[in-house]
């Protein structure tokens, strides 16, 4: 079963959450992830199961601020409680070097596709 | 009455008809014709009326409709809409429920034979259902009026209360940010610049902490997110640092217990906050600093070479329980320190390397003192952002004067 919602398709910054299953979800961050596009996010990300396995795609991310950071450690810290983890795909320069100051990369893994972000949470799992 | 073939067959198709009523009468008002529909509303079959007066039969006749037959035994025709004449001739509107009265549209004309009245005829509507549903669209619009005019005061009402948060927030904010301490030894400048966007207030701050023994130390913060819930955990870290950092003066023991102690007070999942504390001890020419995760501040020293105070620990709030680790530095006469928040460095989108532009900035200009170097940083955030700062700015420059005699 997939079920995706797009927030918002023009311009700024959008989010995307594919559910795989009710366990397990893909989420796509494109553009300018700040306040706004949290924001706007809010009531698609609100009514959503907590995920176990979460898999966000970076690589389209044009911008992050401290409030797109606090999004995907909000993700990755209700994965974890659910004994499962969050994985970033398609990592680049900015994002990579924001996490590092923050101290927060060691809250995910990173993978080189979405199959294989999935394959290596699952494994490690428990 | 009708006599020829025209009359004749026109009748039988009026009396037959069950669409409307018609009543034909002489120049006498009596009743010379009651259609099928007449008699099944009137409970008068249009035997028992054959001959009677009109007014006889409705005895209540408005006096608009009397008029009217009046007008038409002049020769005047007459239409009576129900929207101004009631009950015309009273009758139960068939098959509704709850019964109620016919609403009527009524025409009442003169019957002509050549120049000669011979008669009236008189043709009755009924509209009752069509005011119904008049009556029941106007109750839906008058709803629909009533939820308007609620929506609109209640969108008054949280107007007002957004406009009442956003005041409250920055009085909030403000009260968090003081003014340099007063100190002769240092050249101190802050600045504090809020969010091109109201809603985007809340959550950088400053604050200084005097010791006893002459040392200071300086503090720069930034609370993820924006509005009261920032401001809140804005407040709640700026007292909490201060009651740490009086304690004890290792910035790296500081920031574990601030962490520990503010780690339990954040609820929401992804909140957190980055810091950078610099303890500034004077006697020894040193700075003693941690960095939780937030963009690294710019030392220049005399000599124009450059060291940033990144990162000794992540940011506060993340994780139950971390360790920070403490760096160090000389600071001597002619040295600058420029903390920042990333509203400066971030204040340009596209810009990757927001830290070079603040080190060559502080570098460039490092005999200008502290208030110079604080408004370039300012201006170059403006500029940068294209004049509408789209996050708080926050900056603190300390520099040590080089000539104190």
Known sequence: ?126 | MPDTWIARSTWRWLRETSTLGVVITNNDLLVQGWNRWMEERSDLTAAEVQGRSLLDIYPHLASATRTSYEAALRGESRLLAQRFHRNMFPMQAPSLSPQRQMEQKVVIAPLWDGDQILGTITVIDDVTRRVLQEEMLQKQIDELEQVRAELDRSGRDLAVALAYERDLVQVFVRSLLQDCPNDARFDLACRYYPAYTQEHIGGDFYDFVRFGDGAMGVVIGDVCGKGMRAAVYTAMAKYTFRAFALEDAAPAAVMMRLNRCLYQQIVEAGMFMSFTYVFVDIAQGRLRWANAGHPAAVLVDPRGQTEYLTATGPVIGAFEDVSFREGSASFEPGSVLALYTDGVTEADRREEEGERVVEQVVRQNSGLGADGIADLLHEYAEVASRGQLRDDIAIVVVRYPEDRS
């Open chain 1, 1 to 126: 079963m997939t079920d995706s919602q797009t927030t918002d398709s023009a311009g700024v910054g959008s989010l995307d959450i594919e559910e795989r299953d009710e366990m397990t979800a893909i989420v796509r961050l494109v553009g300018e992830i700040d306040l706004a596009a949290v924001e706007r996010a809010g009531p698609a990300l609100k009514n959503r199961p907590q995920y176990r396995f979460v898999v966000i795609e970076v690589a389209r991310i044009t911008f992050l601020d401290s409030t797109g950071v606090g999004l995907l450690v909000s993700m990755a810290k209700a994965a974890r409680q659910r004994s499962g983890g969050a994985a970033l795909v398609g990592m680049q320069p900015r994002v990579e070097k924001l996490l590092r100051i923050a101290g927060l990369s060691p809250l995910f893994t990173t993978a080189d596709s979405i199959e294989a972000a999935l394959q290596s949470l699952q494994a490690h799992s428990g």
